[in-house]
């Protein structure tokens, strides 16, 4: 198993454009999650899934888009890229609402010029 | 909602014990989780207690107490590569979203 994969691992933006960040799971998992990482601010969650076609938002949403039309997709869109958007980028997932643990794709570090 | 709080940064030496405390404030409370994340490296889970007491999992252990809504990560026999970012987390109330604090630093002396 690959188990969680991103990409791209990093990535230069121009204020104003618009970019998606790719994550897959092989582990079928139902749970997946997107989280933002900034110096002392730990991780934050942007939104998640809990089963295809079912998203939801977290704690810092705006500016952000995603869609889950397969189990083991769930791709993060920046609509229109802002300085304040950078940032390290994390995808997670786990087996199911009961499980506790989740695990973590290597990370996307977008920086916005 | 739920927050998580726990100090920024603790210092310790090769071969000592240190702790790392969480405090949390949820409306529903599942369990108490805890990763590890190495610098530039993802988070990694670590260990998860469900119930009030004493976890030990090798040289790292992980205690629970419900009443006091606290928690707290243990590390013994402290190695070099026991440097890193510790995360405690929980679950919220509908269990969908996990939801980290934000993070103690551990620095480890010679």
């Known amino acids: 198993n690959a188990g969680v994969t991103q990409t791209p691992k990093f990535q230069v933006l121009k204020t104003g454009q618009s970019m998606t960040l790719q994550c897959a799971q092989d582990?079928?998992?139902?749970?997946m999650s997107w989280y933002r990482q900034d110096p002392g601010m730990g991780l934050r969650l942007i939104h998640y899934?809990?089963?295809?076609?079912?998203?939801d938002q977290g704690e810092v949403p705006n500016g952000y888009n995603v869609s889950r039309s397969t189990t083991e997709d769930f791709p993060l869109r920046l609509l229109s890229a802002a300085p304040s958007q950078t940032s390290v980028y994390f995808c997670?997932?786990?087996?199911?609402?009961?499980?506790?643990?989740?695990?973590f794709g290597p990370g996307t570090r977008l920086l916005v010029l | 909602g739920q927050s998580l709080e726990q100090p920024s940064e603790v210092t310790a030496v090769e071969g000592a014990i240190v702790q790392i405390n969480c405090t949390y404030q949820?409306?529903?409370?599942?369990?108490l989780s805890w990763y590890q994340q190495h610098d530039g490296g993802a988070p990694t889970f670590l260990s998860y207690?469900?119930?009030?007491g004493l976890e030990e999992t090798g040289r790292f252990s992980s205690f629970l107490s419900r009443s006091d809504s606290y928690g707290y990560l243990l590390l013994q026999e402290l190695q070099m590569k026991d440097s890193a970012s510790y995360f405690c987390?929980?679950?919220?109330?509908?269990?969908?979203?996990?939801?980290f604090g934000s993070g103690t630093r551990l620095s480890i002396r010679p």
């Open positions: 997670a997932s786990r087996l199911g609402r009961e499980q506790e643990t989740q695990y």
């Open positions: 582990m079928n998992h139902e749970y």
């Open positions: 207690n469900a119930l009030d």
């Open positions: 949820t409306s529903g409370f599942y369990g």
């Open positions: 987390a929980v679950r919220d109330s509908s269990a969908s979203k996990i939801i």
């Open positions: 899934s809990v089963g295809a076609g079912i998203t």
